[in-house]
């Protein structure tokens, strides 16, 4: 069975930073892309940025330059380290597994499995 447990979120000041993590467990795959996603209540859930099984990566416009997306294959385990953040970023965050990644996607439906989503909440 694949889990994905998310970490990390929290409670910070605009500005401030945070490193999510997603331990991926129970599965197989070789060649999967992991991504993260984020929504607010009320509004459809976004993607935030995406890391193919080669490391390529693929961010939204709204975080370029502030988030970074990494994966350490020994831990199975996809970071999220997210700087400058702003009161707008808060959100629950996602990450997601894409068991066959033809190509790096933005789209929610690509993804198979989920993790249950960590709180981030950023104040002014």
């Known amino acids: 069975q694949v889990q994905l447990l998310e970490s990390g979120g929290g409670l910070v000041e605009a500005g401030g930073s945070l490193r999510l993590s997603c331990a991926v467990s129970?599965?197989?795959?070789?060649?999967?892309?992991m991504g993260w996603f984020r929504q607010t209540p009320g509004k459809e859930r976004e993607f935030v940025a995406a890391i193919n099984w080669d490391n390529s990566d693929s961010y939204a416009d709204f975080v370029k330059g502030r988030f970074t997306i990494s994966r350490d294959a020994g831990k199975n385990t996809v970071y999220l380290q997210m700087n400058s953040l702003k009161p707008e970023d808060t959100a629950t965050f996602y990450c997601?597994?894409?068991?066959?990644?033809?190509?790096?996607?933005?789209?929610?439906?690509?993804?198979?499995?989920w993790g249950q989503g960590t709180q981030v909440t950023v104040s002014s």
């Open positions: 129970g599965h197989t795959f070789v060649r999967f892309a």
């Open positions: 997601a597994l894409n068991r066959a990644p033809y190509h790096l996607s933005r789209d929610e439906y690509d993804y198979d499995y």
